[in-house]
């Protein structure tokens, strides 16, 4: 029989939870990279108590977590201005300890505690840290758990509609195309997230930005990369065809600028970028107000565009897909009849 002179640590509070946290993040700015022992003493605490917090927010896998420590929890981390630390001190953390951050966040970014999201409450009044996320999808080693906390701030209205309308949502069409692929696609997720989520605020800033937005976005569906080509041209449609964005779209569709780059993607070297920018182009040949200048360029370019939509697709595509293209040939053949 064994015994054990050691009581068994009371569990703590999540008051007390959230001030050791919050005290283990600080006792990071006191010890020098010399004190390498004390850093990593440091360091072992706060992953510690990052773990603490993971249990107390999603349970432990045999037990589930009480609701209300984790809305006191939540409240607590909030009111001690933990959430800044978790954002600023990311970069120094190890990546399971990022993991399990990026974890609790998705979590206390959805608890309501009381009437109010307190999360997203403190997010609204500090929102230099959404911009913060953004760039720091120049740092490979944690632009994924940046992106990740990003997405989960995207969800909710108003915090996406601030990153919209900052400076630093324009920093999404560089790193879209960054060397290193997996950020790439990451940045490029998060892009598409703010794009297609909160219709209104896109349709919104589409409307105040339209010349800045669609310049930039051509550089996209022009770029020398494959990838950003395709992922670009497929999320163009499904932004612009929705019904919020009928305006927007009607803008895009008379300007023979935009016209001209779909033809050009009509003659890519790949069938399904081909096949996208037909769902596209379609849409300038069927629009019935067509300006005079976009029914010139269709007229005059009339037998190339009619070769290329005959071989379009051929020998995989459904009888829908088949149908439509017939009718938009039959309308490039009637528009160079009518300006010829």
């Excluded at 120049?138 to 969800?155: F, S, V």
Aim: proline residues 4%.
């Amino acid at each position: 029989m064994s015994f054990s002179f050691f009581k068994a640590s009371r569990p703590k509070t999540p008051s007390e939870l959230a001030k050791t946290v919050k005290d283990s993040f600080n006792a990071l700015d006191s010890i020098t990279v010399a004190e390498v022992k004390a850093l990593e003493k440091a360091m072992e605490e706060v992953e510690k108590n990052i773990v603490a917090m993971k249990v107390m927010l999603a349970g432990d896998g045999e037990v589930e977590p009480n609701p209300d420590q984790v809305a006191q929890l939540t409240l607590e981390v909030c009111n001690e201005d933990v959430i800044a630390l978790f954002i600023h001190k990311l970069l120094i953390l190890g990546w399971e300890a990022r993991k399990n951050l990026v974890h609790c966040w998705s979590i206390m970014l959805k608890q309501k505690v009381d009437s109010t999201y307190c999360c997203v409450q403190y997010m609204e009044n500090h929102l230099e840290l959404l911009d913060f996320l953004v760039v720091c999808y120049d740092n490979k080693e944690i632009a994924m758990h940046c992106g990740g906390m990003l997405r989960e701030c995207i969800k909710l209205p108003s915090l996406a509609k601030y990153i919209l309308e900052s400076p630093s949502f324009g920093l999404f069409f560089k790193f879209v195309e960054l060397p290193n692929f997996d950020v790439a696609s990451d940045a490029f997720s998060t892009f598409k997230d703010l794009l297609t989520k909160h219709e209104s605020a896109v349709s919104q800033y589409l409307t105040n930005n339209y010349s800045e937005f669609f310049e930039q976005y051509e550089k996209l569906l022009t770029s020398p990369n494959y990838v950003t080509r395709r992922q670009s041209l497929k999320l163009l449609s499904e932004f612009l065809l929705e019904p919020p964005n009928s305006l927007i779209m009607k803008r895009y569709i008379a300007e023979v600028g935009h016209l001209k780059v779909m033809m050009n993607l009509l003659k890519d070297s790949s069938k399904n970028i081909q096949i996208s920018a037909f769902h596209i182009f379609k849409v300038f040949v069927a629009n019935p107000n067509k300006p005079r200048e976009i029914k010139l360029i269709l007229a005059k370019n009339h037998e190339g565009l009619l070769a290329l939509l005959n071989n379009l697709g051929k020998g995989g595509e459904d009888d829908q897909f088949e149908e439509e293209k017939e009718l938009i040939m039959k309308e490039i053949q009637k528009v160079s009849r009518l300006e010829s």
